[in-house]
């Protein structure tokens, strides 16, 4: 069974930043990839980034540059820093991870204020 356990999320102001961890327990971590998420009320939940096992990463174009994506084995947690923070970045983030079965985390808030 694997876990998933997000934190860092918060309120900022619009230009700041916030880093995002995802602790996973119960699987192999360093063979798997695993992808940040977030979703708006009433929107469809949207892939933001995510990191392969051999660190390859990608991004949404929203994105791009301003969130950087990265992991670290030796505590299975994989990282989303976010720098230039828009009002539009607001919604719950969810860390995802497929071992088997599709395994997603609790979700953390972000808000960002203008």
């Known amino acids: 069974q694997v876990q998933l356990v997000e934190s860092g999320g918060g309120l900022v102001q619009a230009g700041g930043s916030l880093r995002l961890s995802c602790v996973a327990s119960?699987?192999?971590?360093?063979?798997?990839?695993i992808g940040w998420y977030r979703q708006d009320p009433g929107k469809q939940r949207e892939l933001v980034a995510a990191?392969?096992?051999?660190?390859?990463?990608n991004y949404a174009d929203s994105v791009k540059g301003r969130f950087t994506i990265s992991r670290d084995n030796a505590r299975n947690t994989v990282y989303l820093q976010m720098n230039s923070l828009k009002p539009e970045d607001t919604a719950v983030y969810y860390c995802?991870?497929?071992?088997?079965?599709?395994?997603w985390g609790q979700g953390t808030q972000v808000t960002v204020s203008s």
């Open positions: 990191i392969s096992s051999g660190g390859s990463t």
């Open positions: 119960g699987g192999t971590f360093r063979i798997t990839a």
């Open positions: 995802y991870t497929y071992w088997g079965a599709d395994y």
